[in-house]
């Protein structure tokens, strides 16, 4: 596993623990801790393996390839932010409408139980009105 102390002085402190489960060679955490960050963030790296081979290979890879890996993962962090923008309006959205939902549900409920306490209340008079007319 990879030191913690390197995690905690290259990464960031959300990515402390998810770091910790890796070994990341020591060179790479210190040349290149924001494609670290993109490689524990990536969604379509979705298992320990995959994220862990690609660790595995930093040291194999040329520039070139670490840009290119770079150039994807960034590319993917881009297009899964747009997304989220996209359906941010949406998610809005649903969210008042089940909130207006929900507050009519909570409303009737509340009307109907007013109407019954006006019922109870309304029987409770018409039963002592009654009990004063027999009694007179």
Known sequence: MTDLARIKQYLPEPLWLIAEKFTIPHDFLEQDSDLVVLVLESKSLDTDEEKQNRFNLYP?????????????LMREKEKLAEIEAKYADKKKELKNKYIQQWDMEAYHSTIDKIKSQENTQKQQEEAEAEALLTWL
């Open 60 to 72: 194999l890879m040329n520039n070139e390839q670490k840009a290119k890996l770079r150039e994807i």
